[in-house]
Each structure stands twice: as C-alpha cells, then as structure tokens.
C-alpha cells in the first residue's frame, strides 16, 4: 500500500504536456500524426490518408510527404493533395475524376446491392455529387464535386459542355448514319443529336466511332444508335469539358487543382 501512495502522486505532479510528450513519442503539445491531420482536415479517413502518402500524393510544405506518423501542427504547415492545397478548418472546394468501372451504379446506394461509384471512393471524407452520370454497363471519366454551383453550370444545356466518348457498336455504320446522329432523330418524343461522329473503324460485324455530345441526355449515345439501327456493346467516356481521362486506371481517381478545373470549364463558377 505504501508504494501505491508513493507512485500517485508523482503520477498526477507530471506536467499535462511532459505526459503528451512521452505518449506521443516526442510529439509535443498541438503535434498530431499527419494522418491524423488530414482527418481533422476532412478531406479523409486515417485509412485513406494512409493510402494518399504512400502513393506519394501528400505534400507538406511543398516537400513530398513519406511518413503517415510523422508529427505537425495542422495549423502551421501547408497541405496539398494531387496538387490541391487544403485550408485549415474544413474540407475544401473539391473535384474529382474518377475512371467508372464496368457495372457501378452511379448512386451512393444501390437496392440491387450492385457495386456504386462511391465503393471507389474509400473513406474520401468530403461529401461529393456525380456531375451527371453514366449508366452501369458506361465506362470513363466521370466527375464529382462538393462545390454544387460548379455542377450546376456544367450539366446546364444552355452552357453545351462538351462530352466525347467512344462507342463499339453492332454492324456496319456508313457516313450517312453518321450524318443522319449529327442531324438529329426523334425518339420517344425526344429530339436527340450528336454534336459530332467519326467512323474510326467499320466492318459488316462492328464499328468504332467516336461522339461528341453537347449535353448529357440520359443514355443518349445508346438511345441515338438504337434509333438508327445499332446496338451498342461497349460505350466510354474519355473527355468532359477541358478535362481528359487519359491513363487514369479503372477505379481510380484524382483530385482535379482549380486552375486545371478553370481552364477545362471557361466561364464555370468556382468557390
């Protein structure tokens, strides 16, 4: 008992911060692990983090960040991600790119339990919407964004955002169908059109092209080719507006920087 009452004591007289510091591994006071930092941050999980500066996508104070664990003080040091810094206090203005893989819905929840764009996500932290959507047999580029003005300015016809994909699509398609999508056709009531079509490649079995839209009707490009005589078989979306899916792998995603964003969409509101 008596060496209990010694021990007490001399616990409860060490200094708050000496016990931080000693836990912490030398930390200090107001130091936290830099996943933790950017949890706090609201951009992502500890997981995520984790998985963020492994990649060799963190930055801390313009220098490549290596270490999870390592300690700061959020307040003190500038953060980006893919090149996007990140403000004290909450989570930024954000877009992304991510490459849709086959068979994931675009909803957060699917009642068929089928895979959505979010599972790809992980534990991001940041409330995103789809800026549009591509069906679940559609594959390619697609964006989310938490800033809802942006997203708005995008899908607004009146503003003829540009979208480019690539179809594969049953039996030979001759120019004059490709004129014919160009000019316009009448489905359902609906007036539906291509801005553009290239025939990359044309055979008795199958042909390759690619489709410029000027706004985002639902399933258009399959509802235009159906009309015309062509099952589609494949469908990708490649370009949106200024912004390019070029090598990103299915699955994957990238935090868009604004002025990247700004270039892509001349004129679109940015918070």
Known sequence: ??????????????????????????????????????????????????????????????????????????ERIAIAIDGVPVQPGGAPSATITLHKPRGAVTTRADPQGRPTVYSCLGELGIHLVPVGRLDAATTGLLLLTNDTRFADWVTDPANGVPRVYLATVRGHVAPAVARQLEAGIVERGERLAARAVVVRKSSRRESHLVIELAEGKNREVRRLLAAAGHEVTRLKRVS????????????????????????????????
Request: aromatic share 2%.
């Open 240 to 271: 949106f507006g200024g912004l390019a899916l070029g090598d990103l792998a299915p699955g994957s995603w990238r935090l868009v920087p604004p002025e990247e964003l700004q270039t892509a969409f001349p004129g679109a509101p940015l918070r």
């Open 1 to 74: 008992m008596e060496r209990r009452s010694n021990e007490g004591p001399d616990r409860r007289a060490r200094p708050a911060a000496d016990r931080g510091s000693r836990a912490g591994g030398g930390r200090g006071a107001g130091r936290v692990p830099l996943e933790r930092a950017l949890s706090k941050l609201g951009l992502a999980s500890r997981s995520v983090a984790r998985r963020l500066i492994g990649e060799g996508r963190v930055m801390v104070d313009g220098r490549p960040a290596t270490d999870a664990l390592a300690p700061v003080i959020p």
